[in-house]
């Protein structure tokens, strides 16, 4: 399947745009614009909102750039703004919120880097281009001044934006050398906005793709998820496998390209992977949140990760993976901790690939309802997801196949919404509480009420709801059977 991208944008249509988008938040611009420039200050809008002016998308957070100092942007802002905030006032930002938009401040910057720490220094600058001249990509390098609403293009990146493509202003090793960050904010936007990324920068994330590893995990993380979130993933992570980044931050991809046996006994589990993330892409309406949903897409992506190290091949011919979803589970805890994800995130997207094959012991519904039951505990709070993830992991090119399984699957969802509605599923308890077993049994708290808490737990999973007489007495026939 090829990387699907957006059609091409004419200049004509880019300028029509962010001529509408300007007219739309003209309340801000011209207003503010003004407080500054009776000020004696310069002010632009700049980067995100430009950009995506062009193409067409309408931002509610504005952000500008100005020759003024933090404390001259604060006070501007006081009597104009609803609420103001300043955490960024360290890196020059002020915040504020004005009815429905959000505005952020920053004072023009002339950062300079310390090639070996991780984080810039700032130091403010004095101009407009120089500001511009330290931005990531031609096409977050413009700004529009206000009020006059003159564009500022020092770069280029008009033209980058009609053709697609991602560029640096300057030469893409000093950018990437001052902040490595920029090759996965690369990978980042090509997800985002389809865009091609120019050979040299390919080339030089390629040559300089070690370099990422003196940023902090966080913030890579961090433009990871917004990848995995973007329109265009598969284009992204291409891009991030194919110059060698992938192979630092999420190793277990670029794995995934197996080299094939010569009896060409198995897939290609990369190109698997990339398509069963695009289905679960277009699966996401049936989740609660609708999308897009980061467990789910880097569930899709890690599921089959523990192949790699379970693959076998036997004398029959064939090739086999066993224990590749308890392997791979691991794996996926392994790298998101490493990346500084939450637990809440981590536990929820291992349960997943832990759960992902499950189905497939479901035949052609065989299970009994004690095993549906089994799999609506397991998944938990996952069920939706896991449905997602599972009906997406099937990229068979036989048809006939794909829609058996489809239908398979619906009559899976069809037989856990039948239960559930009779028991309740989502609050699965045994009949009888601690309580009731101590004085049915008379017995006080100790292991053996645990023990004959499971045991009902476990009763209640194959038969279903039980009265409480039906409970006691199933209760009493287990504790004669241990004598
Ligand atoms: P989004 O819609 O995701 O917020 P954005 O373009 O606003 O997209 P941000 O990460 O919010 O992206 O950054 C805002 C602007 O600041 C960018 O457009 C870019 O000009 C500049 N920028 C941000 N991070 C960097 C960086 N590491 N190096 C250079 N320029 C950067
Ligand atoms: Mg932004």
Redesign the pocket.
């Known amino acids: 399947m090829p990387d699907a991208v957006p059609p091409p944008l004419s200049m004509a249509d880019a300028q029509r745009a962010v001529t509408a988008e300007l007219n739309r938040i003209a309340p801000v611009i011209d207003d503010l614009g003004e407080r500054f420039a009776q000020a004696g200050h310069e002010l632009a809008l700049v ?2 909102p430009v ?2 002016a062009m193409l067409g998308r309408q931002h509610n957070d504005l ?1 500008f750039t100005t020759s003024a100092r933090p404390e001259q942007t604060e006070a501007l802002l006081k009597g104009w703004a609803d609420a103001i905030w300043d955490m960024g006032r360290a890196f020059g930002t002020i915040g504020c919120r004005k009815g429905e938009w959000q505005v952020e401040i920053t004072t023009y910057r002339s950062e300079a880097y310390d090639p070996d720490s991780r984080k810039p220094t700032v130091d403010f600058g004095d101009s407009l281009a120089g500001d511009l001249g ?3 990509f031609t096409v ?2 413009m700004a529009v001044r206000v009020p006059g609403r003159e564009l500022e293009d020092p770069y280029g990146g008009v033209v980058d934006l009609a053709e697609r493509v991602l560029r640096t202003p300057g030469r893409p090793e000093d950018s990437f050398s001052d ?1 490595p ?2 090759m996965m ?1 690369a990978a980042r936007f090509a997800a985002q906005l389809g865009f091609g990324v120019d050979p040299a920068v390919v080339a030089a994330m390629t040559a300089m793709a070690a370099r990422i590893e003196i940023i902090s995990a966080e913030r890579v993380r961090d433009e990871l998820v ?1 990848l995995v979130c973007a329109p265009y993933p598969r284009v992204g992570l291409r891009l991030l496998v194919d110059t060698g980044l992938a192979a630092l931050v999420l190793p277990e991809l670029p794995a995934l390209a197996l080299e094939r046996d010569e009896h060409h006994r198995h897939k290609d589990v990369y190109e698997h992977t990339l398509t069963v993330l695009e289905q679960a892409i277009d699966l996401e309406p049936r989740l609660p949140g609708g999308g897009p949903d980061f467990v789910t897409r880097f569930a899709a992506l890690m599921h089959d990760v523990g192949k790699p190290r379970t693959r076998r091949f036997v004398d029959d011919g064939t090739v086999t993976f066993h224990h590749h979803d308890v392997v791979g589970a691991k794996m996926t805890r392994k790298r998101m901790k490493a990346l500084r994800f939450s637990n809440d995130e981590t536990d929820a997207v291992a349960k997943l690939v832990e759960l992902h094959l499950r189905f497939h012991g479901y035949g052609t519904g065989e299970w009994t309802d004690s095993a549906v039951r089994r799999y609506v505990r397991d998944a938990a709070d996952q069920l939706e997801r896991l449905h997602v993830v599972t009906r997406a992991d099937c990229t068979t090119r036989n048809q006939r196949k794909a829609d058996r399984l489809r239908r398979t699957y619906d009559d899976l969802e069809e037989r856990i919404a039948r239960l559930s509605e009779q028991e309740e599923l989502d609050s699965i308890r045994p009949d009888l509480d601690g309580n009731q077993i101590m004085e049915i049994l008379g017995i006080g708290p100790g292991r053996e009420v645990g023990e004959a808490y499971r045991h009902l737990l476990e009763l209640r999973m194959d038969r279903g709801p039980m009265s409480e007489a039906e409970a006691r007495d199933a209760l009493l026939e287990w504790a004669a059977g241990r004598g």
């Open positions: 980067g995100g950009r995506d952000d330290r931005r990531d977050n390098a902040d960050l920029r904010r917004k």
